[in-house]
């Protein structure tokens, strides 16, 4: 079974500090995606990637960046976190770009900014 | 990319009734999937049925993709308390590496 995993399921920041949360994909997956999720508003896409070292925007990139360095890791990272990034932050990756594929999330991350 | 958008908003149904939630769509699509989300943790995927194939199952599912009105339906046979999710479709296009995901129906089973 595909395994994605995020490093922490639930983190508290201050505002104005640097952020990065990790997400790692087991299955050699080639594209792997950030979204954030709110109440009322569903998943939007932020970050996706598609080879490492590619980058492409979402929906709502402004005030996030995103390092994907190996294949298996995709990083976001917030720069200067704000209290409007409080939100629950799910990675996703999938296979190739053939119609047939399906994402694959991890847990998810629950991130407050005070 | 395209954005489904599931209706109803949210359903109450009690345990061992028939679920049915339902997907519009604006553009063409390759296939269409179905997820589900239980409550504060990431999606799953349910099941996939693609453009040229009008009804899919897989256990208790039933999918159904009318590509003339651009809208699918997913029917949840003798649901169970652990039914309880929230459930999203995403319409894939050709080409596209990403999925959009609506807002998602609030599936409650009362046992």
């Known amino acids: 079974d595909v395994k994605v995993t995020q490093s922490s399921r639930y983190l508290v920041k201050r505002t104005g500090e640097k952020v990065f949360l990790e997400c790692v994909q087991d299955m050699d997956h080639e594209n792997m995606f950030w979204y954030r999720q709110d109440p009322g508003l569903g998943l939007r896409l932020i970050y996706f990637s598609y080879d490492v070292k590619m980058k492409e925007k979402g929906d709502i990139p402004e005030g996030y960046s995103v390092s994907r360095e190996k294949k298996e890791r995709f990083s976001l990272i917030l720069e200067s976190a704000s209290t409007n990034q409080t939100s629950m932050y799910l990675c996703?990756?999938?296979?190739?770009?053939?119609?047939?594929?399906?994402?694959?999330f991890g847990p998810g991350t629950r991130l407050t900014v005070l | 990319s395209q954005q489904g958008e599931e209706d109803p908003q949210a359903l109450s149904i009690q345990e061992g009734e028939n679920a049915t939630m339902n997907c519009s769509y604006k553009t063409s699509i390759n296939n269409l999937q179905w997820y589900r989300q239980n409550s504060g943790r990431g999606l799953v995927h349910l099941i996939l049925?693609?453009?040229?194939?009008r009804e899919k199952h897989s256990g208790r599912l039933r999918v159904t993709l009318d590509t003339s009105k651009k809208s699918s339906s997913l029917l949840i046979t003798a649901s169970r308390a652990a039914d309880t999710a929230s459930y999203f479709c995403a319409p894939k296009g050709a080409g596209s590496y990403q999925l959009t995901f609506g807002k998602g129906t609030k599936l409650s089973v009362i046992p």
């Open positions: 996703a990756s999938t296979r190739g770009q053939g119609s047939a594929d399906t994402q694959y």
């Open positions: 049925i693609r453009s040229n194939e």
